[in-house]
């Protein structure tokens, strides 16, 4: 049997939860109680339990501190935390610290009882002392999880002909279903506000989630199973026609009780689509599609919210002339390598898209990714390197994004620091072009050259390398070209006795008129009296 102690400095809690909980049934035996800190870790050295449900705040230690404590000792205990108050950092903290769970007080003996039931399976799991009976049930369990998980994750992600060929039967024989013929359903429920890489926070969640859709949807369908994807969980439901207002209503019910962990976890906001529902298996996807849809349509209607219904939108962004006129402007900035000008077009960008009138959530992050995959052409087509995982990165990130504005900062930031960083980068590398056209230039002036020939020399189409000449040298190609063909000439008329016609012919130029205007224009002097006052 485990042993279980209860600390809570209000006796009246200690008495309930003792009262609330078949002991026996759960084969557990109450080994104590603390109503302090000091003295539950007292009992925790004396006593040895395998379960400490502990109050969040007592005298003495805190419930924190009595899991930091116990850690400390290195004895082997499961935690259940209990808290009537919004304490974010304590929620924080305790998860981070692994306890098997955190339950707000009005304490409910379904919600105890099956932490406690979790517990005593993995406390058995690991100490080997299940029966042969229950060892058999629960490895035919995860079997059957898995081949349910992997059909639902094919159906999330795999071609859609991959999912028509398989009838009710198929599918409850082959992935351990109990499906019958009536409405079919996805349902997505996201969270917003926790932080990426916060994976303890996702794990808590998704034990939550799976124990309210349990408590919500027992009874009502005919089955269900649920798949986790970062802050997005999907419900798969089947259910029959008579449930249908029903199921909603249970489905709202998820989210208020889901909403409580806003308790929990600060910052927390949690959405849920309520995709369109289906007679035919073979239609799930169109079910999915609007539960994702729905999902990000709270960007724009705001997030905390059951989403249901059709989206339509009557305009498109993409295929307008406000965005293609965004695209010309783009491309002119970033071919410019002007990062403060990159930033005012996506700044443009950002106020002209929250101005457009009935825009979906869905067609904000379809014009965002838009602007991402051009950003990643233009640097491809003129060759200078950016992260490989660019776009990854972004459509890892925008997801933990909740609203239009987010979306659209979050795009500016990561286009503009990535910008910056090529942009670095090309200007060190283009330091040895712009030297290679430099010295072909000043090679060949007396030629016939033009700007295609020597960016071809230097590596780069024409528009791109006029445009980083003239930022490089801070002249355009003819300029620097025509400044080197003067220098040649004042040289020749300083130290030659040749007639200004051959001289023009020596430095590149066949018009002898439009090389003396040209002179007299860059010296102030026409040829032949530069000649006389430096000879």
Not at 28 to 46: D, F, T, W
Not at 56 to 77: A, F, Q, S, W
Not at 237 to 258: D, S
Not at 269 to 284: A, E
Request: aromatic share 10%; with cysteine; hydrophobic share 35%.
């Amino acid at each position: 049997m485990l042993k279980v102690l209860i600390a809570d400095d209000e006796e009246k809690i200690c008495q309930l939860i003792e009262k609330l909980i078949d002991w026996q049934a759960l084969d557990m035996k109450l080994c104590g109680v603390a109503n302090n800190g000091i003295e539950a870790l007292e009992k925790i050295e004396a006593l040895s339990p395998d379960v400490v449900i502990t109050d969040i705040r007592m005298p003495g230690y805190d419930g924190l501190d009595l899991v930091k404590k116990t850690r400390e000792l290195n004895v082997g205990v499961e935690f259940v935390i209990i808290s009537g108050y919004r304490h974010f950092e304590y929620a924080q903290t305790a998860i981070k610290y692994g306890v098997s769970d955190y339950l707000l007080k009005p304490i409910k003996k379904q919600e105890l009882t099956e932490t406690l039931e979790k517990i005593r399976v993995r406390y058995n799991e690991k100490s080997e002392q299940l029966t042969y009976e229950e060892r058999v049930r629960l490895a035919r369990k995860s079997d059957a999880e898995r081949l349910r998980t992997t059909w639902f994750s094919n159906v999330l992600y795999r071609d859609r002909s991959e999912q028509d060929c398989s009838s009710l039967e198929e599918i409850n024989k082959q992935y351990y279903y109990q499906l019958k013929p009536g409405y079919f359903q996805i349902v997505c429920v996201k969270f917003d506000g926790i932080s990426m890489p916060d994976e303890k926070n996702l794990e808590f969640l998704t034990e939550k989630t799976t124990q309210i859709a349990e408590q919500m949807l027992k009874g009502h369908v005919f089955d269900w199973e649920l798949y986790v994807e970062n802050s997005h969980i999907y419900l798969f439901l089947n259910y029959g026609e008579e449930n249908r207002r029903l199921i909603r209503r249970q489905c709202k019910n998820i989210l208020n009780e889901l909403a409580v962990l806003e308790s929990i976890l600060e910052g927390l906001r949690v959405t849920i689509g309520f995709g369109t529902t289906v007679w035919n298996i073979t239609q799930l996807r169109s079910s999915l599609k609007s539960a994702r849809y729905l999902v990000e349509q709270r960007l724009v209607a705001g997030n905390g919210k059951l989403l249901e219904g059709e989206l339509r939108s009557s305009f498109h962004l993409a295929s307008s002339q406000w965005f293609t006129q965004f695209n010309q402007n783009m491309s002119t900035a970033l071919e410019s390598l002007d990062r403060q000008q990159v930033g005012d077009c996506l700044m443009k960008l950002k106020d002209g898209l929250l101005e457009q009138p009935d825009m979906t959530g869905h067609e904000i992050l379809q014009m965002c990714r838009e602007v991402c995959n051009l950003y990643l052409f233009f640097m491809k087509n003129h060759k200078i390197p950016i992260e490989q995982n660019f776009m990854e990165r972004f459509n890892q990130g925008v997801e933990f994004c909740s609203s239009a504005r987010e979306v659209l900062r979050y795009l500016i930031k990561e286009i503009s620091a990535s910008y910056d960083k090529a942009v670095v980068g090309k200007m060190q590398e283009n330091n040895r072009p712009i030297r290679i056209a430099k010295k072909y230039i000043r090679d060949h002036y007396r030629e016939a050259i033009t700007l295609e020939t020597v960016s071809e020399v230097a590596g780069f189409n024409p528009t791109y390398f006029s445009s980083l000449f003239k930022k490089e040298t801070g002249k355009n190609f003819l300029e620097f070209l025509s400044e080197v063909r003067m220098e040649q000439a004042k040289g020749l008329l300083k130290e030659s006795n040749l007639s200004v016609a051959v001289i023009c012919e020596e430095v590149g130029y066949s018009d002898v008129k439009y090389f003396t205007k040209n002179f007299t224009k860059y010296s102030g002097l026409k040829p032949n009296e530069y000649r006389k006052l430096y000879s």
